[in-house]
Nanobody, 118 residues
Framework: QVQLVESGGGLVQAGGSLRLSCAAS????????MGWFRQAPGKDREFVGR????????LYADSVKGRFTVSRDNAKNTVYLQMNSLKPDDTAVYYC???????????WGQGTQVTVSS
């Protein structure tokens, strides 16, 4: 069982930066691939990026590639999403999620709101 709690959301102007954190409970955090997703009003939830269990491999959606960075600190049971050069289109509720190995994401946080003003 893994419980996830996101933090760090807020209001930022276009071009600004935010760093989201996702704190995980459970001793097996380091065994999970950690992903970030987002959902804008009226839209489906979409994949943003993910980091492998050791932190050596990352993958990003084309829409955020080069602007967002996913990282993790297994000693702190925390995964991060550094967001730079933010755009109004990045406005959404951001969720972190955990997947064991290559399985589907099975644990989800409650989400944190990110609003980017133009």
């Amino acid at each position: 069982q893994v419980q996830l709690v996101e933090s760090g959301g807020g209001l930022v102007q276009a071009g600004g930066s935010l760093r989201l954190s996702c704190a995980a409970s459970g001793r097996t955090f380091s065994s999970y691939t950690m992903g970030w997703f987002r959902q804008a009003p009226g839209k489906d939830r979409e994949f943003v990026g993910r980091v492998s269990w050791r932190g050596r491999s990352t993958l990003y959606a084309d829409s955020v590639k080069g602007r967002f960075t996913v990282s993790r600190d297994n000693a702190k049971n925390t995964v991060y999403l550094q967001m730079n050069s933010l755009k109004p289109d990045d406005t959404a509720v951001y969720y972190c999620a955990a997947a064991y190995g290559d399985s589907q994401y099975e644990y989800w946080g409650q989400g944190t709101q990110v609003t980017v003003s133009s």
